[in-house]
């Protein structure tokens, strides 16, 4: 009996499916029991009738490139069993780490070549892939490229499947590994010239699938010269990353030829191939490629990758934007009659991202037609919807010019308000950001912010306060309290780091609110994680020393607690730098009582070195000397030398000057490039810096024949005898004829600037006191 209940048990799970490992495999079932047809692709799921009722089109379905022939079925083989076993053991072998490396290659080629005519079937496997990865990671050049010559022709299916698609990536990140070697670039350019043939043939439909788009840019990338660590620039970006780039108020760094400078083109030809191939096929298409989000993907990869010749990426916007439309005027690039459709694109995600990349990448002319012709006039329309506030983003922060600038803030200006309401904030601080980057409209970009901030029966003096907690003010307007414990604004924070990255002279009223905050207020600030790095804008801004210090006497009593916490121990550093001689003892008095538990922290040992703390404890009168002689090294060296390059780039960014009152938009290229080579112009002389360059006693002489700096180098050595610079070395000749050096120059890296700053810190025996950390602590953003 008990034989035959046996029997019967094992003929039921026969008929079910259960092999001997007792694993329920029904066919056309995936591991994670979703429905699949025959060709691998999952079939529709019950969300995507929501989103086609939401954003009104019909989700696209796979089309290939002959339309009149059927698509073509995946063959499902299964692997047969002694390939099974001999791949198992590969496996056990791989992972036993008894094969000598020399052995690894003899044994990887072994296994790619058992391969030969299986590729389909051992790379679609979910345990044999595996196997496949390991070998391809570990192989040669010549295997490697065997081995994708060898699946070429199933190349797309195996992209499109969800477990060939790993093996595909692999494969295409170790060619990637061989990209910079000069002897193998012929080998590796025919390889790819044959995968991409293939899958040029079923783009619209790798495009579309959700793990052949990801095969597909990396495979773009490969083909343009991507360093592997690059590869997640050009795959989904994160918004956060995003928002914290437009709001970035430093350095203008547009986008047009970046890509071209940093990656060396290694296959023009066959990048250029799949690029025209793909976006030529899915031409008749467009429409729904673009509300696609795996063909968005794929187009936004596209489009940032040609950034570099104006001429293709007017070509693929064109398509893109217009699809099969040939009816394109010779005058306008795209044309106002495109308007109602390039809206339509602000309606739905993957299509106002597509926007956004188009808008980020395209030339000028495209640029300046598409703001003024397509998005003028419905600025606030765009800012105040949930996908077009995105891309209005975008046009702010890739705006060319003040003048576009200008015509931005003209309809926005008096509707920052409302954005904020409608939690829109990312709008104006990207409004903050450019108009710091190109250096105009800021004046009336803090007024009308400070407006927006303020009630209308409410005074001035609250303007900080409401913006770190911008999102509480704004619902509860009228009575409205600081809310101690609740963590303030980040896009809030955001904005007022970079207002006070502007001159001092269009910020009073924020400055002004900032140094009548009470004193528990300000603490709060410093030990919240945005608002520390309010403090510190502006306490790195061109404010004047007596009210940065001010702000800094409100923290006392307080620099211990906010030592102990990582992000706000910056802050005490930063306020450390900026005190007074009785400030900075003050700190390190209340970072003494704290010593043995800061100590133990992450961050602390950084924090005890970088003030001291040790050599206060030990000698504090040796200390406070040693502190005097840092700022009195430091007063000379701004005294004769002007402000340090990097320092002066980095607090500055060189912006205009005031004019009679007026902000100066527009620079002259002559006078620009005359200030760059430290060449004083006539119109300089009432607008002298006290962060010059050059020295002001400076000859007329020595202005056209010699260095600029050479009259001062001679002066400061002939008085290096009362300097601390000379004084306090131990090998005088050697230091004083090494700084002759180096003052002569008329240019000076910023490590040399360090080692004339750091010669100022060297005590009577030649030993420095200048304390070197073994490394550099980074803040997490």
């Known amino acids: 009996m008990v034989e035959e209940k046996e029997k019967r048990k094992k003929g039921k799970e026969k008929r079910h499916g259960k092999g001997q490992f007792g694993k329920h495999k029904e066919k056309n079932i995936s591991h994670k029991g979703k429905r699949r047809d025959n060709d691998g692709n999952k079939g529709k799921l019950p969300s995507d009738s929501v989103k086609e009722a939401k954003f009104g089109y019909s989700k696209p379905t796979l089309t290939y490139a002959d339309s009149s022939k059927p698509p073509p079925s995946a063959p499902r083989k299964r692997v047969d069993p002694e390939t099974a076993k001999y791949f198992s053991e590969i496996t056990n072998l791989l992972e036993s780490n008894t ?6 290659s003899a044994i990887c080629g072994n296994a790619l070549e058992e391969a030969r005519g299986k590729e389909l079937e051992l790379t679609t496997d979910p345990i044999i892939s595996r196997t496949i990865q390991n070998l391809l990671e570990s192989c040669d050049l010549d295997q490697l490229c065997g081995f994708l010559c060898g699946c070429a022709e199933s190349f797309p299916i195996i992209a499109t499947d969800g477990v060939g698609s790993h093996v595909a990536e692999t494969a295409i990140k170790a060619l990637a590994k061989h990209m910079y070697d000069e002897s193998s670039i012929s080998y590796i350019e025919d390889t790819l010239s044959l995968i991409c043939k293939i899958v040029a043939k079923d783009s619209v439909s790798v495009m579309q699938s959700r793990y052949g788009s990801h095969v597909l840019r990396s495979l773009l990338c490969l083909c343009k010269g991507v360093p592997l660590d690059r590869l997640d620039e050009f795959h989904v970006t994160k918004r956060s990353d995003v928002l914290a780039t437009r709001v970035s108020a430093g350095p203008n760094k547009p986008t047009e030829g970046k890509i071209r400078n940093e990656f060396e083109n290694r296959f023009e030809l066959v990048f250029k191939f799949l690029v025209r191939e793909l976006v030529d096929r899915a031409r008749d298409d467009m429409a729904r490629l673009r509300v696609d989000q795996f063909s968005s993907f794929v187009l936004q990869t596209v489009l940032r990758l040609s950034v570099g010749s104006n001429e293709e990426l007017l070509y693929l916007i064109k398509i893109v934007l217009c699809g099969p439309d040939q009816t394109l005027g010779e005058e306008n690039i795209i044309g106002s009659e495109r308007k109602g459709d390039i809206m339509a694109l602000l309606e739905d995600t993957a299509s106002s991202h597509l926007l956004e990349v188009i808008i980020e990448v395209a030339p000028e002319n495209l640029y300046h037609e598409l703001l003024t012709e397509i998005f003028m006039g419905s600025l606030f329309d765009i800012s105040s919807h949930y996908c077009g506030n995105y891309v209005a983003q975008a046009l702010i922060s890739s705006a060319r010019n003040s003048n576009q600038i200008t015509q931005i803030l003209d309809e926005l200006g008096q509707k920052v308000k409302e954005l904020i309401k409608f939690g829109k904030s990312g709008v104006v601080a990207s ?9 105009t409209n800021r004046r009336e970009c803090c007024q009308a912010l400070a407006e927006a901030v303020t009630g209308d029966a409410e005074s001035n003096n609250n303007i900080i306060e409401h913006i770190l907690y911008l999102d509480s003010y704004m619902l509860e307007m009228s009575r409205w309290k600081w809310p101690s414990g609740e963590k303030m604004n980040v896009l809030g924070c955001l904005m007022l780091q970079t207002i006070f990255k502007y001159p001092k002279q269009y910020i009073r009223l924020f400055i002004e609110n900032l140094v009548s905050m009470e004193d528990e207020h300000v603490f709060y600030t410093a030990k919240d994680s945005g608002g520390s790095r309010v403090i510190e804008a502006f306490l ?17 009593g307080h620099f211990g607690d906010l030592a102990m916490n990582a992000s706000s121990s910056f802050t005490v550093e930063k306020c450390f730098t900026e005190s007074n001689i009785s400030l900075k003892e003050a700190i390190c008095g209340e970072l003494l009582d704290i010593r043995s538990d800061l100590s133990k922290a992450r961050h602390g040992f950084h924090l005890l070195r970088k003030l001291d703390i040790d050599g206060y404890a030990r000698q504090p009168e040796q200390w406070r000397m040693r502190q005097k002689s840092k700022e009195t090294a430091y007063r000379e060296f701004h005294a004769v030398f002007g402000e340090p390059r990097g320092e002066e780039i980095k607090m500055n960014a ?10 100066k938009h527009d620079y002259d290229a002559d006078r620009e490039a005359k200030k760059l080579n430290h060449v004083e112009l006539p119109s300089d002389k009432k607008q002298k810096s006290n962060r010059s360059y050059n020295s002001s006693k400076m000859s007329k002489k020595e202005k056209v024949g010699k260095p600029p700096l050479q009259k001062s180098a001679n002066k400061f050595i002939s008085n290096s005898t ?18 002759a050096q180096l003052a002569s120059k008329s240019d000076l890296t910023a490590g040399e600037v360090r080692s004339l700053f750091n010669a100022s810190l060297k005590n009577e025996k030649g030993q420095s006191k200048n304390l070197k950390v073994p490394f550099v602590r980074k803040r997490k953003r």
């Open 431 to 439: 409004l903050l950001a450019a108009c710091q980057r190109l250096e």
């Open 722 to 739: 009362n300097t601390p610079f000379v004084r306090q070395s131990g090998k005088k000749d050697s230091a004083v004829s090494e700084l």
């Open 99 to 104: 094969v000598e490396l020399d052995d690894i």
């Open 540 to 556: 790195s801004s061109d404010i004047g020393a007596k009210i940065k210090l001010k702000l800094i006497a409100k923290l006392k």
């Open 654 to 663: 060189s912006y205009n000057k005031n004019y009679n009152g007026k902000e």
